[in-house]
């Protein structure tokens, strides 16, 4: 059972136009996502996180929505960049410290110059 | 600079061939966890830490064991490695941010069992 989901492996944009990463989960109990970019040949990389009291979280050109109501959130990368190009990974936990992290199957995100 | 390393990298082994993959942080993280990535199946944890002999098991813990005797290291043994146990391999540890704890990963171990 798949508790958290990212149904799209893969997406190709355009330098400069906008890039959303789709997740949707199955757990209600989970308070707290976050989203995990990884290049070849690399271990994964924080990017950024929501918690689930908001629905919004910013940071540069990185945006992650969260629908609580349709258990989805998204990531939105504005404007693109070939460096973006690389394997996004949604993951949900438990604020509460239960370590317990599950993850998704990975979205490959290619930015074409 | 504050990392996770492991070792080895690569390493390609035969069946049953006991091996240890070692896993090391320096940022004095209290948490640490190891998980598998597969081709369709994202990350999976295999098991993990909450502090020095404190372990416990993730989704995939067949196979596997693990030991926490320092804060710093936690090693990931295959005791009797099967080929159904190739595959890339992360070690992580976690600092706390706004609640919820990040995990800072090492750059995985690429294990193959022939």
């Known amino acids: 059972d798949q508790q958290v989901k990212q149904n799209s492996p893969s997406l190709s944009v355009q330098e400069g136009r906008i890039s959303i990463l789709n997740c949707d989960y199955t757990?209600?109990?989970?308070?707290?996502f976050l989203w995990y970019k990884k290049y070849p040949a690399e271990g994964p990389t924080f990017l950024i996180s929501?918690?689930?009291?908001?629905d919004k979280n910013e940071d540069g050109r990185f945006t992650v929505f969260l629908n609580k109501s349709a258990k989805h959130l998204s990531l939105h990368i504005v404007p693109s960049q070939p460096g973006d190009s690389a394997v996004y990974f949604c993951a949900a936990t438990f604020s509460s410290g239960t370590y317990k992290y599950i993850f998704g199957t990975g979205t490959r995100l290619k930015v074409l110059a | 600079e504050a990392q996770v390393t492991q070792n080895p990298r690569y390493l390609i082994t035969v069946t049953g061939k006991k091996l240890t993959v070692t896993c090391s942080q320096n940022?004095?993280?209290?948490?640490m966890s190891w998980y598998r990535q597969d081709p369709g199946l994202g990350l999976r944890q295999i098991y993990y830490s909450m502090n020095v002999e404190v372990t416990d098991k993730g989704d995939v813990p067949e196979g596997y064991k693990v030991s926490r005797k320092e804060k710093r290291n936690f090693p990931l043994i295959l005791e009797s490695p099967s080929p159904n146990q190739t595959s890339l391999y992360f070690c992580?540890?976690?600092?706390?941010?706004?609640?919820?704890?990040?995990?800072?990963f090492g750059a995985g171990s690429r294990l193959t069992v022939l």
């Open positions: 992580a540890s976690s600092s706390r941010l706004s609640g919820a704890n990040v995990l800072t």
């Open positions: 929501i918690s689930s009291i908001k």
């Open positions: 940022m004095n993280h209290e948490y």
């Open positions: 757990n209600s109990m989970f308070d707290y």
